[in-house]
């Protein structure tokens, strides 16, 4: 058994205790929390299930990494990219493996700034610990999935992955609100839509896409649509968003080789079925991931997953956490280092017929 640390209890964090204590060979260590409130409250609480765990939640991060083989490491890198960088070095250089969808720049080790790369593999080399990023978008939807779908064509002309959501379903009124835009004024611009970001978050999974189908990227190139909202709405998660303001962008990272987009990362975020009708559409107009083949033959798959009552957004961070808790026993086998999906295989989960949850 696999002693594994969950590092947050958010939306990733949630689903992470809930993967850790039913994924056999792993056991759960412990759980670090920020929240004052969450200190000595049982995990399985903090996870939403109806029954406890047995490990209380703690605040103290040496307490927490002690004879820990493996973290999850669960808490956001979006608006706090040093502090969760610095986080995942002290894990590593303690030993421990790490798994996390925090540190988009290792997505692909491969292109991650050298200064960043450094810091990681100095860890490796002083503690022996290992490092593997993923999730689902980026993440699987991006790599794993459309590089399948690339071995069953005879010719392939362009990739193509969607994901299509609305937003009102997603728990974080911070990054919706801020970070992504909805319902600020149009002349606003979100920061993940400011030029050069998009290509900072899935540039690399557009290189591991292009390594591994044994190209080179010319260019990297982004567009970007936005989209009022027609009339106030009523959000049950996030309160009301007034007609005018933002309500739905879509955006494009375009791979292009020989000056020609081929693999392409496009994104449908809307608050409202009401937005922007013309945009792709998810097929019950909630959310899906989709991944389009152009060539021969044309190839079209749509992904939809729930968690937690049915919720479309939790059930994409439950996928994002089945990758990376699936892949800790296969790291665990492996010389320490810094891995990327390529070198990570998707394992059946053998015993998960239990439920060890319970």
Same mark, same amino acid.
């Given at each position: 058994?696999?002693?594994?640390?969950?590092?947050?209890?958010?939306?990733?964090?949630?689903?992470?205790?809930?993967?850790?204590?039913?994924?056999?060979?792993?056991?759960?260590?412990?759980?670090?929390?920020?929240?004052?409130?969450?200190?000595?409250?049982?995990?399985?609480?903090?996870?939403?299930?109806?029954?406890?765990?047995?490990?209380?939640?703690?605040?103290?991060?040496?307490?927490?990494?002690?004879?820990?083989?493996?973290?999850?490491?669960?808490?956001?890198?979006?608006v706090?990219?040093?502090?969760?960088?610095?986080?995942?070095?002290?894990?590593?250089?303690?030993?421990?493996?790490?798994?996390?969808?925090?540190?988009?720049?290792?997505?692909?080790?491969?292109?991650?700034?050298?200064?960043?790369?450094?810091?990681?593999? =100095? #860890?490796?080399?002083? &503690? *022996?610990?290992?490092l593997f990023?993923? %999730?689902?978008?980026? $993440?699987?939807?991006?790599? @794993?999935?459309?590089?399948?779908?690339?071995?069953?064509?005879?010719?392939?002309?362009?990739?193509?992955?969607?994901?299509?959501?609305?937003?009102?379903?997603?728990?974080?009124?911070?990054?919706?609100?801020y970070?992504?835009?909805?319902?600020?004024?149009?002349?606003?611009?979100?920061p993940?839509?400011a030029?050069?970001v998009?290509?900072?978050?899935?540039?690399?999974?557009?290189?591991?896409?292009?390594?591994?189908?044994?190209?080179?990227?010319?260019?990297?190139?982004?567009?970007?649509?936005?989209?009022?909202?027609?009339?106030?709405?009523?959000?049950?998660?996030?309160?009301?968003? =007034? #007609?005018?303001?933002? &309500? *739905?962008?879509?955006?494009?990272?375009? %791979?292009?080789?020989? $000056?020609?987009?081929?693999? @392409?990362?496009?994104?449908?975020?809307?608050?409202h079925?009401?937005?922007?009708?013309?945009?792709?559409?998810?097929?019950?107009?909630?959310?899906?991931?989709r991944?389009?083949?152009?060539?021969?033959?044309?190839?079209?798959?749509?992904?939809?997953?729930?968690?937690?009552?049915?919720?479309?957004s939790?059930?994409?961070?439950?996928?994002?956490?089945?990758?990376l808790?699936g892949?800790?026993?296969?790291?665990?086998?492996?010389?320490?280092?810094?891995?990327?999906?390529?070198?990570?295989?998707?394992?059946?989960?053998?015993?998960?017929?239990?439920?060890?949850?319970?």
């Open positions: 058994m696999i002693p594994t640390l969950v590092w947050g209890t958010g939306n990733i964090g949630r689903a992470a205790i809930r993967a850790v204590a039913a994924r056999p060979g792993l056991a759960l260590h412990a759980v670090l929390v920020h929240d004052p409130a969450k200190v000595g409250r049982d995990a399985g609480e903090l996870a939403g299930l109806e029954h406890t765990l047995g490990v209380a939640a703690t605040s103290d991060v040496e307490a927490a990494l002690r004879d820990a083989k493996a973290v999850v490491y669960a808490a956001s890198g979006d706090r990219p040093e502090e969760a960088l610095a986080d995942v070095v002290r894990a590593i250089r303690s030993g421990a493996i790490v798994v996390t969808p925090a540190l988009y720049a290792f997505y692909d080790p491969h292109s991650a700034p050298p200064d960043q790369r450094e810091r990681v593999l =100095a #860890a490796v080399a002083e &503690g *022996g610990g290992s990023a993923s %999730g689902v978008d980026p $993440g699987w939807a991006n790599d @794993v999935l459309p590089l399948m779908m690339t071995s069953l064509g005879t010719r392939i002309e362009a990739v193509r992955c969607q994901e299509i959501f609305d937003y009102s379903t997603y728990d974080q009124e911070d990054s919706v609100r970070l992504v835009g909805m319902g600020q004024p149009m002349d606003y611009e979100p993940m839509t030029p050069g998009p290509t900072m978050v899935w540039g690399g999974q557009l290189r591991l896409m292009a390594r591994a189908l044994g190209a080179q990227l010319s260019g990297i190139s982004e567009h970007v649509e936005r989209a009022p909202l027609p009339e106030d709405v009523e959000t049950a998660t996030m309160g009301k968003f =007034a #007609a005018n303001t933002q &309500g *739905g962008v879509r955006f494009e990272v375009r %791979g292009e080789i020989g $000056g020609v987009p081929r693999i @392409v990362i496009e994104h449908v975020t809307r608050i079925a009401s937005v922007a009708p013309q945009w792709p559409q998810a097929p019950d107009g909630v959310g899906a991931h991944v389009l083949i152009e060539g021969r033959p044309r190839i079209e798959v749509t992904l939809e997953a729930a968690d937690e009552g049915g919720n479309r939790a059930g994409g961070n439950a996928t994002a956490v089945g990758r808790v892949a800790i026993e296969w790291l665990a086998s492996h010389e320490p280092g810094v891995y990327d999906a390529l070198d990570v295989p998707i394992t059946p989960p053998a015993g998960i017929w239990e439920d060890r949850t319970q």
